[in-house]
């Protein structure tokens, strides 16, 4: 994990989610922008050209790798894609630091809440 440290400092949030998506199955990449709309609540939208961006770079940095081709009902091709194991250990990584980020949050909100008023 320490080459994570090194080689990939905070994730962006869309490279994130894309992780996060590919987690439990492959999808192509119109399936990706929907599942991160829903995991989002509908709070985080992904256009073709950032998503496609973003693949891109994370096909160079080996997180995630070709998972084969399928036509849709439409006749259109979709490129189907999927974690490597090596981007396994980047969300697991990352993962772990947004929950130490939220335990963090939590702890300091809780004394926010709960702190006596300051007089100056």
């Known amino acids: 994990m320490n080459n994570y440290i090194t080689k990939f400092p905070p994730l962006t949030p869309v490279v994130f989610h894309v992780l996060l998506a590919l987690a439990t199955s492959e999808r192509h990449g119109y399936d990706i922008i929907k599942q991160i709309a829903l995991d989002s609540n509908q709070k985080m939208i992904v256009g073709n050209g950032t998503l496609y961006g973003s693949i ?3 096909l160079d940095d080996n ?3 070709p998972a084969g081709e399928k036509m849709a009902e ?3 091709i979709r490129k189907y894609y999927k974690l490597t194991s090596h981007g396994k250990k980047i969300l697991n990584a990352e993962t772990e630091r947004y ?3 939220a335990f963090i ?3 300091r909100q809780n004394r926010f809440n709960h ?3 300051q007089i100056a």
Do not use: H, T, V
Request: glycine residues 6%; proline residues 6%; charged residues 30%.
């Open 56 to 58: 891109k770079r994370m």
């Open 63 to 65: 997180l995630i790798e």
């Open 74 to 76: 439409n006749g259109l």
């Open 99 to 101: 929950l130490q980020l």
């Open 105 to 107: 949050i939590k702890e």
């Open 115 to 117: 702190a006596s008023p």
